[in-house]
């Protein structure tokens, strides 16, 4: 039988450590800050808007991206400040993939998988790679609202079972 060769772990030096500890204040505020308002703005919209509609539409997840496109230059200023950029293309990135998003809700047709489950999985994916980088604000756009795809979609079925 072969032996086989362990080699000792390293250990990590202050480069490494500075980047790796980088990651939890760009993970606040790149992931988790946009599920939260997504959260936020998908409840408000299930509680406060949705009974008052007629036929249901938009849903809250479609009111969230909406809420989100009024309240987008706040959130540039909030979530990327010292970003070199524009409030107006940040806003693009996030209308591009609510849009799609929206028309995906809308469908039916794999709402819960293309909406929910497939945008967690590339949800994850971008927060375990996207922090290591400088990203146009577009880019930054695009990352939040998927963020705020999930954070309404979960923030919209809290508020229908628990308000």
């Given at each position: 039988?072969?032996?086989?060769?362990?080699?000792?772990?390293?250990?990590?030096?202050?480069?490494?450590?500075?980047s790796i500890a980088g990651w939890l204040p760009e993970s606040m505020r790149h992931a988790i800050t946009p599920m939260t308002i997504g959260a936020i703005f998908g409840?408000?919209?299930?509680?406060?808007?949705?009974?008052n509609l007629n036929y249901g539409y938009p849903s809250p997840v479609q009111?969230?991206?909406?809420?989100?496109?009024?309240?987008?230059p706040l959130m540039y200023k909030y979530l990327l400040p010292d970003k070199k950029g524009n409030w107006k293309e940040y806003a693009m990135g996030m209308g591009i993939l609510g849009f799609a998003y929206s028309l995906i809700w809308v469908s039916g047709w794999g709402a819960m998988f293309c909406g929910g489950y497939f945008s967690l999985l590339v949800w994850a994916w971008i927060?375990?790679?996207?922090?290591?980088?400088?990203?146009p604000s577009f880019r930054y756009g695009i990352w939040h609202a998927i963020g705020i795809d999930i954070g309404a979609f979960?923030?919209?079925?809290?508020a229908f079972i628990y308000l």
């Amino acid at each position: 039988m072969a032996e086989s060769e362990l080699q000792p772990v390293g250990t990590l030096d202050d480069e490494e450590w500075k980047s790796i500890a980088g990651w939890l204040p760009e993970s606040m505020r790149h992931a988790i800050t946009p599920m939260t308002i997504g959260a936020i703005f998908g409840a408000f919209w299930q509680t406060i808007v949705l009974p008052n509609l007629n036929y249901g539409y938009p849903s809250p997840v479609q009111g969230a991206f909406i809420l989100a496109l009024i309240f987008s230059p706040l959130m540039y200023k909030y979530l990327l400040p010292d970003k070199k950029g524009n409030w107006k293309e940040y806003a693009m990135g996030m209308g591009i993939l609510g849009f799609a998003y929206s028309l995906i809700w809308v469908s039916g047709w794999g709402a819960m998988f293309c909406g929910g489950y497939f945008s967690l999985l590339v949800w994850a994916w971008i927060n375990s790679t996207w922090w290591q980088y400088e990203l146009p604000s577009f880019r930054y756009g695009i990352w939040h609202a998927i963020g705020i795809d999930i954070g309404a979609f979960g923030g919209a079925i809290l508020a229908f079972i628990y308000l």
